[in-house]
C-alpha cells in the first residue's frame, strides 16, 4: 500500500485531476539541468501511439533516476505524455504564436485524435496504458484562431489549444475520455494505480 504517489508532471491540469479522484500526490521534478524538452523528439515517421507510450517512458525512467539521485522515500512515480495527431502528424506544442495559428488552422473543421500515455512505476514493477479520444473542431476563421492564440492558451499544450480552457467554445464533438483530453485518464490511471494499492 502507498499512502502517496510522486508526479512527474509540471502540468497543474495532471495535479488537479489526480485531486479530483483523491490520490495524495507530491510533484516530482525535473531540476534545470535535466533536458526533458529533447525526450519529446519525434523519430522519424514514428506512429503517434508508439510515439506518446515511448515519451512517457522515457520521461518516467528520468523521473525514477531522479527519485534514487535525491534520495527520496519509494513510493509510485506517475508520469504522462499527450499527444494530437491529425492523421499520422504529431502536432506537439507550438514553437510560437505563427506556429500555434497554423496547428489551429489544420484542426478547425477536423476531427483528430489524442493520445494521452500513462506509466507508473515502483522499484521494478512498471505499468503502462494509452488513452485515445476524438476531438472535432468547428471551421474557425483567421481571425477567430488569432483572437484564441492571443489569449496566450495555445503556448505549452500539444495540438496548440486546451479542452478545459476557451478552445471549447470551438469544440463540436468529443468521443473518448476527457480527462485523457486534459492530459490524464482517469479511469486508466486509476486502473494502474491500484495495481500498487493506490486507493482512488
Known sequence: MSDFIYLASQS????QLLDQIGVAHTLLLPDPAEDAESLEAIR????????VARVTGLKLDAA?????????PMA??????????????ILGKPRDTQDACHIL??????????????ALQKGRKRVSA?????VRFAPMSTAQIQAYVATGEAMGKAGAYGVQGRAAAHIEQIRGSYSGIMGLPLFE????????????
Open 105 to 118: 488552422q489544420r484542426l478547425a473543421g477536423q476531427t483528430h485524435r489524442v493520445l494521452t500515455a500513462v
Open 64 to 72: 525514477v533516476h531522479r527519485l534514487k539521485r535525491l534520495g527520496l
Open 189 to 200: 490511471t486509476a486502473r494502474l494505480l491500484r495495481t500498487f494499492g493506490v486507493r482512488c
Open 44 to 51: 522519424g515517421a514514428e506512429a503517434p501511439a508508439r510515439y
Open 76 to 89: 509510485p512515480v506517475l508520469c504522462a505524455d499527450t499527444t494530437v495527431c491529425l492523421g499520422r502528424d
Open 130 to 134: 494509452v488513452s485515445e479520444s476524438w
Open 12 to 15: 497543474p491540469r495532471r495535479s
